[in-house]
């Protein structure tokens, strides 16, 4: 049973470019939550989707977007970029369950670096 | 935002000693959460623990959640030296999914 996948695993870009960063979730998960982790600190939230919409949403401006598709899988994507934006971005997913919070898998990132 | 913070920010102990890291939050929670991440690649989930409970153990590990001090520990007990790896907990709020994330401490077995 494969776990969260994500591709690419590094990514280098300029500064003013647009980046997109795929998702695949855990077999039988309905649920992708994407985070970014700068350098020395903890994830922070970006947004979650679920049922093709996006759920939830951190405080990130508008150039950060997303998709779900019909088969869960997930789409990151960053407009404008900006040195800022290098950082880890990992996607994590989970069973939706409105009577209890469910575990997040998380998948093994990919590196962002913005020059 | 960070919603806590780990204490302390790095720790270096003896393989088999134990090791106790602390985590503390800001705002009423559902649970906490507890993660292990080596070289800045993926979370590996350790443990949950819900709001109404005090401890929880699994293998090596064992958590305590203190909801009146807004706290939380993690002790690995009899320490690897693959245990080398930053720590992170993280909150969930009632009434959503997003996990919110210390700061991290950095934790060194040396053989």
């Known amino acids: 049973d494969a776990g969260v996948t994500q591709s690419p695993t590094h990514l280098i870009k300029t500064r003013g470019q647009q980046v997109t960063l795929r998702c695949s979730p855990k077999s039988g998960h309905d649920t992708v939550s994407w985070y970014q982790q700068a350098l020395g600190q903890g994830p922070q939230f970006i947004f979650q989707y679920y049922e093709e919409e996006e759920r939830q949403r951190g405080n990130f401006p508008d150039r950060f977007s997303g998709h779900q598709f019909p088969n869960y899988s997930s789409e990151l994507n960053v407009n404008a970029l900006l040195l800022g934006d290098s950082a880890l971005y990992l996607c994590?997913?989970?069973?939706?369950?409105?009577?209890?919070?469910?575990?997040?898998?998380f998948g093994p990132g990919t590196r962002l670096t913005v020059l | 935002s960070q919603q806590g913070e780990e204490d302390p920010q790095a720790l270096s102990i003896q393989e088999g000693e134990n090791a106790t890291m602390n985590c503390s939050y800001k705002?009423?929670?559902?649970?906490l959460q507890w993660y292990r991440q080596n070289s800045g690649r993926g979370l590996v989930h350790l443990i949950l623990?819900?709001?109404?409970?005090r401890e929880k153990h699994s293998g090596r590990l064992r958590v305590t959640l203190d909801t009146s001090k807004k706290s939380s520990s993690l002790l690995i007990t009899a320490s690897r030296a693959a245990d080398t790896a930053s720590y992170f907990c993280?909150?969930?709020?009632?009434?959503?999914?997003?996990?919110?994330f210390g700061t991290g401490t950095r934790l060194t077995i040396i053989p």
């Open positions: 705002t009423s929670i559902n649970n």
């Open positions: 993280a909150t969930m709020n009632f009434g959503n999914e997003k996990l919110t």
């Open positions: 623990i819900r709001s109404n409970e």
């Open positions: 994590a997913s989970s069973l939706l369950n409105y009577f209890s919070y469910n575990e997040q898998f």
